[in-house]
């Protein structure tokens, strides 16, 4: 499939503007629990580097959604993680920020907001089952 991607006249239309395609991890793509992956269209900062990265992570765990009994994924962040989290929710309210590492999507929650304060709490449709979570979480903690 990236030999499609790969092709002069399809790099050619998003050459110039930040956009990087990446895959993700295999993942259940229906109801079914079919398995496949799914293709992200990623802007790219003009930095070439994502505005918040590892080193801003001080923890990741697993919890649960008081709300609705969902499974997430919890992150403290650094000082500076925490101000650069602020500003790249603000600036994607209403848009899906990718979680990626080694050009692979490991999720892509929505942000509902800006999210200020350092603790962040990412619920990314994960089922009642903590492994898909905790893949993330042992990710997150390298």
């Known amino acids: 499939m990236d030999e499609i991607?790969?092709?002069?006249?399809?790099?050619?239309?998003?050459d110039g503007i930040g956009i990087k395609f990446m895959w993700s991890e295999l993942d259940k793509i229906s109801q079914k629990g079919e398995m496949g992956y799914f293709l992200h269209a990623?802007?790219?900062?003009?930095?070439g580097k994502a505005d918040v990265g590892?080193?801003?992570?001080?923890?990741?765990?697993?919890?649960?959604?008081?709300?609705?009994?969902?499974?997430?994924?919890?992150?403290?962040?650094?000082?500076?993680?925490?101000?650069?989290?602020?500003?790249?929710?603000?600036?994607?309210?209403?848009?899906?920020?990718?979680?990626?590492?080694?050009?692979?999507?490991?999720?892509?929650?929505?942000?509902?907001?800006?999210?200020?304060?350092?603790?962040i709490e990412i619920d990314a449709g994960f089922s009642t089952d903590t492994d898909e979570a905790e893949k993330l979480v042992c990710r997150l903690n390298k």
């Open 5 to 14: 991607l790969n092709r002069k006249e399809i790099i050619s239309v998003f």
């Open 42 to 47: 990623c802007k790219i900062p003009p930095s």
């Open 54 to 119: 590892g080193k801003h992570i001080k923890t990741a765990s697993t919890g649960y959604n008081s709300e609705d009994g969902k499974v997430t994924v919890n992150l403290t962040m650094t000082y500076e993680g925490s101000d650069r989290w602020y500003n790249m929710t603000s600036n994607n309210v209403g848009k899906a920020i990718a979680i990626t590492m080694d050009d692979i999507v490991y999720s892509a929650p929505q942000v509902n907001g800006p999210i200020n304060g350092g603790n």
